[in-house]
């Protein structure tokens, strides 16, 4: 009998050209998730004189989601989501110190970036060889999220990825996971708040932030046309909505954090400009360490109330806006050892 065992699924990526055209996958994310196809069958609303239906489902344009894609942060693979979710089209400068590479994903916001497109096979065993396996494609990512916990561990990624199709089938074979990633984690990460677009990076948040979450939704529009059976409902493009991007941290009332606050009743309230500094103690290349600079235009939109171990604290949550001072509303510099995307 063939059997699928959990622990034996994986999400495999590839990189597309186009599209509709997919491609062998050839990179495992860290992550924990499964590409769901819907066609969307749907039963004709007549009356056909009888209680049960009769007349046979036809399809409408079908749904292809992996919805909260989970799982740790890694150097390495920031890149791929940043290419899918944030700006296609990057190529990384170096390698300096021999393996590191720079990857500088500047979201643009007076005109339209473009994604890469994936090719997204995941399954379990089965799919290897039973074609039990869902593989998407033109895949995106439509609302990219990352948290850092108060342990201070591997922040955590959760992302919900769209594709344009899928069909069922065999996962591309001999794929492996490198055994020793370089996690980006909250014990490496360090917080800077100014209020000067020029000065961005400058005045670390010390001794105040216990956690912090960083999620850019895209609002896609997906598009499909009626150009005849050629095409049927095949999706050809992805639209830009509105895009929304919220950085909220949870701090102790240090005597910094209870200014800032205070601000939130200001007419208006003012700029601020986050710099989230994540350095491993690891090495991209020599004397290189990996690292992700994300650098975020911000104003201060609530402050809420919480509670840590008996102690009081805030969690303030921030919405990003276009600064025509910095031309960006998301920028993130990126080294690690990728020389290409997958």
Do not use: C, H
Request: hydrophobic share 40%; aromatic share 10%.
């Amino acid at each position: 009998m063939v059997q699928g065992f959990t622990r034996f699924r994986e999400i495999q990526v590839g990189k597309q050209s186009v599209i509709g055209t997919a491609v062998a996958t050839t990179r495992t994310l860290p992550y924990r998730g499964l590409m769901i196809y819907n066609p969307n069958r749907t039963d004709p609303d007549v009356d056909v004189g009888s209680l049960d239906p009769i007349l046979p489902q036809y399809a409408l344009a079908p749904e292809v989601t992996m919805g909260g894609a989970t799982g740790p942060l890694d150097f390495d693979n920031f890149a791929v989501r940043l290419s899918a979710g944030i700006k296609g089209g990057v190529s990384p400068t170096g390698p300096t110190g021999g393996t590191a590479y720079t990857w500088t994903f500047t979201a643009a916001s007076l005109t339209a970036d473009s994604f890469d497109y994936y090719s997204v096979q995941t399954g379990d065993d089965t799919a290897d060889s039973a074609t039990a396996g869902t593989n998407a494609f033109g895949a995106v990512i439509d609302t990219l999220s990352m948290e850092m916990g108060e342990e201070l561990g591997p922040w955590t990624v959760t992302d919900d990825w769209v594709a344009a199709g899928a069909v069922y089938g065999n996962k591309t074979a001999a794929i492996t996971i490198a055994n020793a990633l370089p996690w980006v984690f909250g014990a490496d990460t360090q917080f800077y708040l100014d209020s000067n677009a020029l000065a961005i990076g400058i005045t670390p948040i010390t001794g105040a932030v216990r956690g912090a979450t960083l999620s850019v939704r895209n609002n896609l529009d997906q598009k499909r046309f009626a150009d005849g059976s050629n095409t049927r409902f095949q999706l050809a493009a992805y639209g830009r909505g509105p895009r929304e991007i919220e950085f909220s941290m949870t701090v102790e009332k240090t005597t910094a954090m209870i200014a800032e606050v205070a601000t939130l009743d200001d007419t208006p309230v003012p700029n601020r400009y986050i710099k989230i500094s994540q350095q491993s103690t690891e090495l991209a290349g020599t004397a290189i360490p990996y690292s992700a600079n994300t650098y975020l235009p911000v104003r201060l939109i609530s402050v809420e109330d919480g509670e840590i171990g008996g102690n009081a604290n805030w969690t303030l949550t921030y919405k990003g806006f276009y600064d025509s001072t910095l031309t960006y509303a998301y920028k993130t510099v990126l080294i690690n050892k990728l020389s290409a995307l997958p």
